[in-house]
């Protein structure tokens, strides 16, 4: 019993640490960063959350965050949630192997697509637009919400359909009205990981726009000469936070996506 | 082997309980003999697998002490009691063998291989198992992964008590009588006590010797089948087993005659002056009432007749008071009125519940 | 319970077809393009044939010799991680409370390194480890030991493997919790009434159950850290000289850094069949794994 706890408080610790460092950085002057070592901030100050938020060189990189990560939310789980109930549903021509050619496509290695994704956004005039960064976050989305999705509706029993087209429902009508609201813990499960995704990705991010992200805006600065650090640490939290925020209205469902084993 | 002792034994989900609604188990001594095939019969709630986890030990009394042969377990941990449990989801370990199911309680009390070749190899034997002793257990059916859940517990030579929470619960229903029928043989042949949890009276009454009948955290009666039907210590017993259930009426009582519904009815002793504070009900099973078109005894209003099968159910109404009659096939009972007529022998006599014995 | 078979349910996944295809296919043709074609410039092609693949699988070409090394390195730092993130995962899922308060704390603090952007797990690990600024690196070389991530290539691993473990060791942990979540009270009576040893329940009940996640959680950290990118890019940019270099910042290298356009889709082509077929042994397995089950 004791080891137990002492493997969890200290595993819990290990991930909190890191993360406090952040936190303690960000709100420190450049001048006690390189001075000394110190385990909380003496000079507290909010000068670099000032620097974002005044700065549209920065707080741009949110707004543009946020754009891409909400548009590739709503379409990947908009178009994955008709194609997740064939796959639950129905067999068809080609299912099974429709269904791993998708999912291969989550697994593809980014820095594949990277040139071929430059030249194709480019090619239809896309390039340096929120909605091209949106679109090619489908291409991993996509087949994570429809794994997810068809993992949630297969556990509806199939007899709800057959009961609502008896009671002279029309598809769409039998979609929205009353297969949606059953599955809805499965659909939060689904958009959350797609904005997860989708906030976390960097490489796609950045060879789709001139710095458009909040992530490789941050990159950047970190390259250039003379680092800032406690200005790179604020931006760090702030991107921290929305992840923060989402998990904690999600808490109850994690353990219940994660159940599926679908991730 | 083992005879088990309740001591003074209750359980209580939350500290310093005060109303009689904070019992899970109110407090109760009881004695349950060795070798013996009890049922603990009640509907859900009642406390009876409250009770059984304290027997096997999972959940610790909030009071008193359970006895094993005398000796004091109630501090002894689960593995320590030479008890074993069959639940009512089937529990294998899915990735061995049945027969390597049935060796682990040996094989983990370090017992030598050979020993436990001859203990599974028996056990296989009593419960049918023999040609399946080398299959995988995760693809077997339920009824065969129960009979492996207690053949875990009958492999271990000194187990104490074989528990059953609700076994059949999963099993198929023509399963169900051919392995309730094989446990009942097993008990018989093993001598081993069993105490076997279920809100099916049938189940009950067809595996066990005793049944405990408990209703709300109380242990309310133990008796045989037979003693549960003809004198039902609780209203609660009266219509809980059998079917339909016992009559229970309102009544006053005075003497040798009680008073129902203002008619006046003949008892078969006279009782002494009841607590005038206490709810008096009058109970007879619809067995023991004759009913019948002429007119004498008890005017009442025929509702409908159920036919079963083998005999039929009149449902009538004494002055509004709903009654179940079984008639014989050949009554005549036709008409909407009829006339009853209790045995007094058979009429017995409660106060808020409980049995009227002095 | 068998599926009825209606080819109109393709309408209802011509969409996602669509899309999908639009971001995969097209792409991979450029790239199977680009990989048989030699350019001086100027948009001018002429056929290669196979001599980008002949010269990405000759180890001792330049372009061989640094596509085997980045290869190695990256089946090298995916066995470490798995080696070390699959065994802590489990032991922390283990760990973790069944009820309570404490089981929503533990949710969010261990879900919270998972939802920190890429970039910023390396800024994150870019500062705590720096000998300087950094508190582990200080504590470390406190501790009289030589720790620069930036210089010492022992260092520069050890730092992206721990970084790799805080980041993803969660999923693991949070996959397997839901697994032993599944397990029905039942188990566990049964087992102390079996008179098991907490080992004996670990390997008889515990493991067998979590025989799916596992394999999905392996599959996931197996494909992901095989061509992780941001994380060693912010860190240490693939040094000191090459040593933190996977196929990923390579690739990019390649493709975006020197516009060495047949070369990097050779090289795309052949990562990706890797990829591809590990993917396939994987969902196999996983397909036959689910059948045993139902069976």
């Known amino acids: ?263 | 082997m083992a005879r088990i002792d309740l001591a003074d034994l209750g359980h209580a989900y939350r500290p310093n309980p005060t109303k009689p609604s904070d019992w899970a188990l109110k407090p109760m001594t009881h004695v349950w003999e060795d070798g013996g095939a009890y049922a603990l019969l009640g509907p859900s709630g009642c406390g009876k697998t409250t009770l059984l986890n304290i027997i096997s030990g999972l959940v610790t009394p909030s009071q008193g002490r359970v006895l094993f042969d005398g000796k004091d377990v109630t501090d002894l941990a689960v593995e320590k009691r030479n008890i074993a449990q069959v639940f009512q989801f089937p529990v294998v370990y899915d990735t061995m063998s049945v027969a390597d199911n049935l060796a682990f309680p040996l094989r983990n009390r370090g017992m030598d291989e050979a020993a436990v070749q001859t203990r599974v190899a028996e056990v296989a034997d009593m419960l049918d198992l023999t040609a399946d002793l080398t299959r995988k257990a995760r693809g077997l059916t339920a009824d065969m992964k129960q009979k492996i859940s207690l053949g875990r517990g009958l492999v271990r030579a000194n187990v104490g008590a074989i528990l059953f929470d609700e076994p059949l619960t999963v099993i198929d229903p023509h399963m169900k009588w051919q392995l309730r029928a094989q446990l009942k043989q097993v008990q018989e042949r093993s001598g081993v006590t069993m105490i076997y949890v279920t809100h099916d009276q049938t189940e009950a009454l067809t595996f066990a010797k005793k049944v405990v009948v408990m209703f709300e955290g109380e242990v309310v009666q133990i008796g045989t089948p037979q003693e549960l039907f003809e004198a039902p210590a609780h209203t609660f017993v009266g219509y809980f087993i059998g079917s339909p259930g016992m009559n229970v009426m309102p009544a006053t009582v005075e003497g040798g005659t009680a008073t129902i519904m203002g008619h006046k009815i003949k008892l078969s002793r006279a009782y002494k002056k009841l607590n005038a504070k206490a709810r008096i009900e009058a109970g007879i099973r619809p067995e023991f009432i004759s009913i019948a078109a002429k007119k004498d005894g008890i005017p009442v209003q025929v509702k409908r007749v159920e036919d079963t099968g083998r005999f039929r159910i009149a449902r009538v109404e004494l002055d509004g008071l709903p009654l179940s009659v079984v008639a014989p096939e050949n009554a005549k009972i036709d008409g909407t009125t009829a006339h009853l007529s209790f045995d007094p022998a058979r009429m017995h006599i409660y106060a808020d519940g409980h049995l009227v014995r002095d | 319970m068998d599926k009825p078979i209606n080819n109109r349910a393709w309408f209802l996944v011509l969409p996602v077809f669509i899309i999908v295809a639009f971001n995969a296919i097209l792409p991979l043709m450029t790239v199977v393009n680009y990989s048989v074609q030699d350019t001086f410039g100027n948009n001018e092609f002429f056929w290669n044939g196979i001599g980008w693949f002949t010269e990405l699988l000759d180890p001792s070409t330049d372009l061989g010799g640094r596509f085997f090394d980045s290869l190695g390195r990256n089946f090298m730092f995916s066995g470490i991680i798995l080696a070390i993130q699959v065994p802590l995962g489990i032991l922390v899922s283990l760990a973790m409370p069944k009820k309570g308060w404490g089981v929503a704390a533990c949710l969010v603090i261990m879900a919270l390194p998972l939802l920190v952007p890429w970039n910023v797990v390396g800024t994150i690990w870019q500062i705590f480890a720096r000998g300087d600024i950094g508190l582990l690196g200080y504590i470390v070389n406190a501790m009289g030991l030589n720790y620069n991530y930036t210089q010492d290539v022992l260092s520069a691993w050890i730092t992206i493997i721990v970084m790799d473990v805080w980041h993803w060791t969660s999923l693991i942990a949070l996959l397997c919790y839901a697994g032993l979540k599944s397990i029905p009270d039942a188990y566990y009576q049964a087992a102390r009434i079996d008179g098991a040893s907490r080992w004996a329940v670990f390997r008889t009940i515990e493991l067998p159950k979590l025989r799916r996640v596992l394999l999905i959680g392996v599959l996931l950290r197996f494909m992901d850290s095989f061509m992780i990118y941001t994380e060693p890019f912010v860190v240490t940019g693939g040094g000191p000289g090459n040593s933190t270099t996977g196929l990923s910042i390579d690739l990019v290298k390649l493709a975006l850094g020197q516009f060495d356009l047949g070369r990097a889709a050779a090289m795309s082509i052949v990562y990706n069949l890797i990829i591809l077929t590990t993917c396939w042994i994987f969902y196999t397995v996983m397909v036959n794994v689910d059948a045993e089950r139902k069976s």
């Not at chain 1, 001075?35 to 949110?62: C, H, K, R, S």
């Not at chain 1, 087209?165 to 029309?170: T, V």
């Open chain 1, 1 to 263: 019993m004791r080891t137990k706890h002492f493997i969890l408080a200290f595993y819990l610790l290990f991930m909190l640490i890191p993360i406090y460092w952040l936190v303690n950085m960000s709100f420190k002057t450049n001048a006690e960063i390189t001075q000394q070592l110190t385990l909380w901030p003496e000079n507290f100050t909010l000068a670099n959350y000032t620097v974002i938020f005044t700065d549209p060189a920065w707080y741009m990189g949110y707004v543009h965050s946020i754009q891409y990560v909400a548009m590739n939310t709503v379409l990947s789980v908009a178009f994955a949630l008709p194609a997740a109930y064939a796959f639950s549903r129905y067999r068809f021509l080609g299912d099974k192997h429709l269904f791993f050619w998708l999912l291969t496509n989550r697994m593809a290695p980014p820095a594949v697509f990277a040139l071929p994704f430059f030249n194709l956004y480019s090619a239809v005039g896309l390039f340096d637009t929120p909605l091209a960064i949106a679109l090619a976050h489908c291409i991993f989305n996509i087949p994570l919400a429809v794994w997810i999705l068809e993992g949630f509706m297969s556990g509806v029993p199939r007899e709800i359909d057959e009961t609502a087209y008896i009671d002279g429902y029309s598809f769409p009508r039998f979609f929205v009205k009353i297969f949606m609201p059953l599955i809805a813990p499965g659909i939060g499960v689904a958009a959350f990981f797609c904005f997860m995704f989708s906030w976390v990705e960097l490489l796609l991010g950045r060879t789709l726009t001139n710095n458009m992200p909040i992530s490789s805006i941050m990159t950047r600065t970190a390259s250039a000469a003379g680092m800032d650090w406690g200005l790179l640490a604020a931006a760090g939290v702030l991107t921290i936070i929305p992840g923060a925020l989402v998990i904690w209205f999600v808490r109850n469902y994690i353990a219940k996506g994660f159940a599926l084993g679908r991730v």
